[in-house]
């Protein structure tokens, strides 16, 4: 897996190396982890935030969103809010 690391570290997104791959965006994180590879970011880049503004629009929940993206659901609230969604009132009262 040293030419996943390699194209992770060349910028290519966990979402498009598990597809190349063949494998599950968890697994690519694990092959990640395991070569002690820093993570980029944290959350979701730009496409991502656009996919989970469009996915919440057609009524997914946040939670089926992160496991989607392969991220939790604070991460996505945290776009939703951003994007004007949902009102960020310190609670967590409007998560679905």
């Known amino acids: 897996m040293d030419t996943l690391v390699g194209d992770y570290l ?8 598990a597809e190349r791959y063949g494998i599950h965006r968890a697994t690519v994180f694990s092959h990640l982890r395991r070569r002690n590879v820093p993570s980029r970011r944290p959350g979701l880049g730009l496409d991502e935030k656009a996919e989970a503004v469009r996915l919440t629009r057609a ?11 392969g991220v939790d659901r604070k991460a996505v609230r945290a776009v939703l809010v951003e994007a004007g969604l949902i009102v960020d009132d310190g609670s967590n009262a409007s998560d679905r």
């Open 10 to 17: 060349a910028g290519m997104g966990v979402k498009q190396l």
């Open 59 to 69: 009524g997914v929940a946040m939670r089926a969103i992160g496991r989607r993206m």
